[in-house]
């Protein structure tokens, strides 16, 4: 089920994405962009990469909490989850992105 992308400016007036699922929950955010046209294009990276399950690094944090991060093909991180309290939340995360991602709209915000 498709997602939706949100593509909005922060506080420091960088541009930045963030995926939500079909039920309106946060699944990816971005890091912050400079230009609008690089955001633009991290979300097609999330679309493109998020097919490829060795894209997904899961990580364990200090607090016992699972994240992961989706990378491009280039190892660079182009999107990171929340905190998930399980690794199978945090698996069920990845899925989501991987389902929600490739049809996934954007609704710019700027």
Same mark, same amino acid.
């Given at each position: 089920m498709p997602?939706?992308?949100?593509?909005?400016?922060?506080?420091?007036?960088?541009? $930045?994405? $963030?995926?939500?699922?079909?039920?309106?929950?946060? &699944?990816?955010?971005?890091?912050?962009?400079?230009?609008?046209?690089? +955001?633009?294009?991290? &979300?097609?990276?999330?679309?493109? %990469?998020?097919?490829?399950?060795? $894209?997904?690094?899961?990580?364990e944090t200090?607090?016992?909490?699972? $994240?992961?991060?989706?990378?491009?093909? %280039?190892?660079?991180?182009?999107?990171?989850?929340?905190?998930?309290?399980?690794?199978?939340? +945090?698996?069920n995360g990845?899925?989501?992105?991987?389902? +929600?991602?490739?049809?996934?709209?954007?609704?710019?915000?700027?």
């Amino acid at each position: 089920m498709p997602g939706k992308f949100e593509l909005y400016k922060d506080k420091a007036g960088e541009f $930045r994405f $963030r995926l939500k699922a079909a039920n309106g929950q946060n &699944i990816l955010g971005s890091e912050g962009y400079k230009a609008k046209k690089s +955001c633009e294009n991290g &979300i097609e990276s999330v679309k493109k %990469n998020s097919q490829d399950s060795n $894209r997904f690094v899961k990580k364990e944090t200090a607090s016992g909490k699972f $994240r992961f991060n989706l990378t491009s093909s %280039n190892g660079q991180t182009v999107g990171t989850s929340q905190n998930y309290d399980s690794e199978s939340g +945090c698996s069920n995360g990845m899925k989501s992105v991987a389902d +929600c991602a490739p049809g996934a709209s954007t609704d710019d915000q700027t």
